[in-house]
């Protein structure tokens, strides 16, 4: 039995948005997750609508864009945490366009409240404008700053090599 849609909270939604190429993003895992519908089902349904689905509604993600994204969300640690397939990322038009191919009440519930969050977001932005300009120049500097990190964090769990190590005990 499906779950009332009062029970999808904001915070589900907006925890669950990405910025991908330029554009806010939910991926097909997620959509499926709350159309409560299976990941494939949901792609089969939009794959054999393709035709609605441009490259600015809907795009696969790269092998590389997925492994940057598995620090967002946790993955297991074979290869694609679980999927054979490389995931689809929607945004907000595309998420539209999903209420015209899923044929369920929920779809459309579900899609009205992922609008009205979308809606919200760029309002936010918008109003906050130079927040966001911050937020892009962090994203340019992100690889960098945490390499900067990761190598931190190994010079301080690896121990020096030197060739005079004190024997310890007897």
């Known amino acids: 039995m ?25 991926l097909d895992k997620d959509l499926a997750m709350l159309y409560q519908v299976e990941t494939k089902a949901l792609n089969r349904a939009v794959l054999r609508n393709l ?6 509604f809907m795009f696969q993600l ?12 946790g993955t297991s640690k074979g290869g694609r945490g679980g999927t054979r ?8 038009q595309g998420i539209a366009m999903l209420s015209s191919v899923l044929n369920s009440e929920r779809a459309i519930q579900v899609n009205i409240q992922i609008i009205r969050t979308f809606i919200k977001l760029r309002h936010l932005l ?7 300009q911050k937020v892009e ?6 690889d960098k700053q945490f390499k900067v990190v990761f190598d931190a964090i190994k010079n301080i769990l690896e121990p020096p090599l030197t060739g005079n190590k004190k024997k310890i005990g007897f």
């Open 2 to 26: 499906p779950k009332p849609l009062d029970e999808v909270p904001a915070i589900a939604i907006e925890s669950r948005i990405y910025r991908l190429r330029k554009h806010n993003v939910m």
């Open 62 to 73: 790269t092998k590389d864009e997925f492994e940057s994204l598995k620090y967002h969300f």
């Open 85 to 92: 397939y490389l995931p689809y990322a929607f945004t907000e």
């Open 137 to 142: 120049d962090i994203e340019k500097k992100y």
């Open 51 to 56: 035709n609605r689905f441009p490259d600015d």
């Open 126 to 132: 918008r109003d906050h404008k130079d927040l966001w």
